[in-house]
């Protein structure tokens, strides 16, 4: 199989502060991850492209500074929101991408920000 | 920019009924996707259909792809309440590519 784990599965925290999302390719290696967001009762929306050991390409209309990617192992890539506020609080899926099973995209279980 | 419509946003079924959901996508596509979401819960996957009149089947869901029609179809058989969720479908380019989600379907199916 392909498993992707995300951590945590839910956070809260207080407006103001950083959160940090991690994705884990746990049985195979992912040089492409993408990060996704989804608000309640709405489609994914692509936020980025990550690339391991290059920069993350971001979509347009997402901020760069705000939402840090860093995808520094073959494994894993993670997703930082800085100074949170309350209208970043949405469902965020992470994908990785599995070369050797056709470039299919296997997906995290989500983490559930909520920023108070 | 590609573009991905699905039809109807919600469908309110009646079990052992039959019931399909469109996927129309604007520009030629490598691979459909179908993926169901429960609430509170993360992508699981369906079905990937790569061809012109790949059809795949999985109990009571079947999907099928036109690319001339630019059309994906996923058909219900005898709808029963633990198909009760949301279901997208997605696009991509080219293989490796980002993809291109529909709004999604929502479906309940009441006894």
């Known amino acids: 199989g392909a498993v992707v784990s995300q951590h945590p599965s839910r956070v809260i925290c207080k407006s103001g502060t950083s959160v940090k999302i991690e994705c884990r390719s746990l049985?195979?290696?992912?040089?492409?991850m993408f990060w996704y967001r989804q608000f309640p009762k709405q489609s994914l929306m692509l936020m980025a492209t990550?690339?391991?050991?290059?920069?993350?390409?971001?979509e347009q209309g997402v901020e760069k500074d705000k939402f840090l990617i860093n995808h520094a192992s073959l494994t894993l890539s993670t997703l930082t929101v800085t100074s949170a506020h309350p209208e970043d609080s949405s469902f965020y899926i992470c994908?990785?991408?599995?070369?050797?099973?056709?470039?299919?995209?296997?997906f995290g279980p989500g983490t559930r920000l909520t920023v108070l | 920019e590609l573009k991905v419509e699905q039809n109807p946003l919600f469908l309110s079924m009646q079990e052992g009924k039959n019931y399909t959901i469109y996927c129309n996508y604007s520009t030629t596509s490598d691979r459909l996707y179908w993926y169901r979401q429960d609430p509170g819960k993360s992508l699981e996957s369906l079905f990937v259909l790569l061809s012109n009149g790949a059809v795949k089947q999985e109990g009571r869901l079947m999907a099928s792809l036109d690319t001339k029609a630019r059309l994906s179809t996923l058909h219900i058989t005898a709808a029963v309440h633990d198909l009760s969720a949301t279901y997208f479908c997605?696009?991509?380019?080219?293989?490796?590519?980002?993809?291109?989600f529909g709004g999604g379907t929502r479906v309940l199916v009441k006894p």
């Open positions: 049985d195979f290696q992912a040089t492409t």
């Open positions: 997605a696009v991509d380019k080219a293989a490796g590519n980002k993809l291109t």
């Open positions: 994908s990785a991408l599995r070369a050797n099973l056709g470039n299919e995209q296997f």
């Open positions: 990550s690339n391991e050991g290059s920069k993350a390409t971001y």
